[in-house]
C-alpha cells in the first residue's frame, strides 16, 4: 500500500502520491504563456490522474503556465498561488500571450514605449517609440517579453505588453477630398507621419498622381495613397494640375513682321482685326496660302499678310 503525505495548502488538504514518477523535459517548458480553460477542468497534485485532485477550474479562466510534462498532456499552472497540474487538451492558448509574436509582421504600440539597449528594463534607454508606430519584429526575447525592432533606423528592444496586431480586415479605402486628385511636382518621399524626421517608407516619382485624403492642421502635410500605401508628403510639392508634358506644336518656321500688320482671325481683310504687331516682331508661321499666313504673335493665333513678314 502506498504512503500518503497530508499537507495544508491554501485551506485545501492535498495528497502527495510517493512512487509516482514524471519527468519534465527542458525542452518542453514554457513558462509565462497564458492558456485559458475550455471546459470545467480538475487540478491535480502531480500530471496525471492517479494524484490528488486539488480542485476544479471553471471553463473561461486564464492561468499562466510553468512547465509542461515530457508526454506533453499535462501543464504545470499557477493559479491563486498554487502551482498545480491540469490536463493540457483542455486549454487554449490566449492570444495575447507574448510568446506568439510573429516575426516579419506588422504590430502597433500601444503607449509611448522607450527602446533600450537589450530586452531587459537594465539596459539603457535609447529612444522613445510613439503609441500607435506600426513596427516591425526583427526577433523575440527566449521569454517572449520583449522584441527587437528597427525604428527610425535605430535598433532596439521594447517590451512586448505594450504592441499589439495589426488588424488585416480589409478597411474602406479612404476617399480623396473633394474628389480632387493631385499631381507631384517633384521626386518625393512618402514618410509614416507627417514631419521629415518621421521613417521613409517609399518615393513617389515627379508626376505621379496620388489621392490626398487629408492635411495636418496647417496644411503643409498631406496624407497620400500611392501604390496601395497610405502615408504623408510635403504639401508644397503637390499640385491639382498635371504635370503631363505639354503637346508639341505643329511644324512651323519663324518670321518678322517688316511694318506694323494687323492680325485678322481669316485669311481676309473681310475678317475682323485681333491685334496689331509692331514692326519687326518675330511670329511663328504655320502655313502659307494665297498671299495669307498663319501665325501665331505671343499669346495671339490669327492671320495677316505674308507680304510683310520676312
Keep these: 500500500m502506498k504512503s500518503i503525505d497530508k499537507v495544508i495548502l491554501g485551506g485545501v488538504v492535498l495528497a502527495s502520491t510517493i512512487g509516482i514518477n514524471y519527468n519534465i523535459a527542458s525542452a518542453d517548458i514554457v513558462s509565462q504563456e497564458i492558456y485559458t480553460t475550455?471546459?470545467?477542468l480538475n487540478m491535480r497534485k502531480g500530471p496525471s490522474t492517479d494524484y490528488t485532485l486539488v480542485g476544479t477550474l471553471d471553463k473561461g479562466v486564464k492561468v499562466k503556465a510553468i512547465?509542461?510534462?515530457s508526454d506533453g498532456k499535462w501543464l504545470k499552472i499557477n493559479y491563486n498561488s498554487q502551482n498545480v497540474w491540469v490536463n493540457f487538451a483542455y486549454l487554449q492558448k490566449d492570444k495575447s500571450s507574448n510568446n506568439d509574436i510573429k516575426l516579419d509582421s506588422q504590430y502597433e504600440t500601444t503607449a509611448n514605449v522607450n527602446m533600450r539597449k537589450g530586452p531587459s528594463t537594465d539596459y539603457t534607454k535609447i529612444i522613445i517609440v510613439p503609441a500607435q508606430t506600426k513596427i516591425t519584429p526583427i526577433k523575440s526575447s527566449s521569454d517572449g517579453k520583449w522584441v527587437q525592432i528597427n525604428y527610425k533606423n535605430v535598433t532596439g528592444w521594447i517590451s512586448a505588453q505594450y504592441i499589439k496586431t495589426v488588424s488585416a480586415t480589409p478597411t474602406e479605402p479612404e476617399k480623396p477630398i473633394n474628389g480632387k486628385d493631385y499631381y507631384t511636382t517633384a521626386n518625393l518621399?512618402?514618410?509614416?507621419?507627417?514631419?521629415t524626421t518621421s521613417s521613409?517608407?517609399?518615393k513617389i516619382p515627379n508626376g505621379t498622381k496620388v489621392s490626398v485624403v487629408d492635411f495636418n492642421s496647417n496644411k503643409t502635410w498631406a496624407k497620400v495613397v500611392y501604390n496601395n500605401k497610405t502615408g504623408w508628403v510635403s504639401a508644397?510639392?503637390?499640385?491639382?494640375k498635371s504635370q503631363e508634358p505639354e503637346q508639341k506644336e505643329d511644324t512651323y518656321w519663324t518670321g518678322t513682321t517688316t511694318q506694323n500688320l494687323n492680325m485678322r482671325k481669316g485669311p481676309s481683310t473681310d475678317y475682323s482685326i485681333i491685334i496689331t504687331i509692331p514692326k519687326n516682331s518675330d511670329v511663328k508661321i504655320y502655313?502659307?496660302?494665297?498671299?495669307w499666313a498663319k501665325i501665331k504673335y505671343k499669346s495671339y493665333e490669327g492671320y495677316c499678310s505674308a507680304?510683310?513678314?520676312k
Design 67 to 69: 512547465e509542461k510534462s
Design 236 to 240: 508644397q510639392y503637390l499640385s491639382t
Design 287 to 291: 502655313e502659307t496660302k494665297s498671299g
Design 307 to 309: 507680304s510683310f513678314i
Design 38 to 40: 475550455t471546459n470545467r
Design 200 to 202: 521613409k517608407i517609399g
Design 189 to 195: 518621399n512618402i514618410r509614416d507621419g507627417a514631419s
